[in-house]
């Protein structure tokens, strides 16, 4: 089996900062992507942030120059380092990975979820 954690939502004022982390646990045999999405209330699921296992990023443009993506290969965590929060950036934050397990299936999983709620 293979879980993915997530910890580190919360409540912070417009302008603060929150860092969000994410773990990988179980019969991994390597991970390639790693992804953190949201989902705001009455509003769809985004893509907010992109690593390869190289390390190559991409960001939506509603968080470019907010937002930083990480990760720890050995370790199997990513991270989203979020600056400058915005009332918008209010939602529950998703981490996503390709994971390749020991049984040498590839598919994405997902961690459960972690709110994060910037008031204005």
Not at 26 to 42: E, H, K, L, Q
Not at 86 to 97: H, I, M
């Amino acid at each position: 089996q293979v879980q993915l954690v997530e910890s580190g939502g919360g409540l912070v004022q417009a302008g603060g900062s929150l860092r969000l982390s994410c773990a990988a646990s179980g019969r991994i045999f390597d991970v390639s992507n790693m992804r953190w999405y949201r989902r705001a209330p009455g509003k769809q699921r985004e893509l907010v942030a992109t690593i390869t296992s190289g390390g190559n990023t991409n960001y939506a443009d509603s968080v470019k120059g907010r937002f930083t993506i990480s990760r720890d290969n050995p370790k199997n965590t990513v991270t989203l380092q979020m600056n400058s929060l915005k009332p918008e950036d209010t939602a529950v934050y998703y981490c996503n990975a390709d994971i390749r397990s020991t049984d040498k299936f590839n598919r994405a999983y997902w961690g459960q979820g972690t709110q994060v709620t910037v008031s204005s």
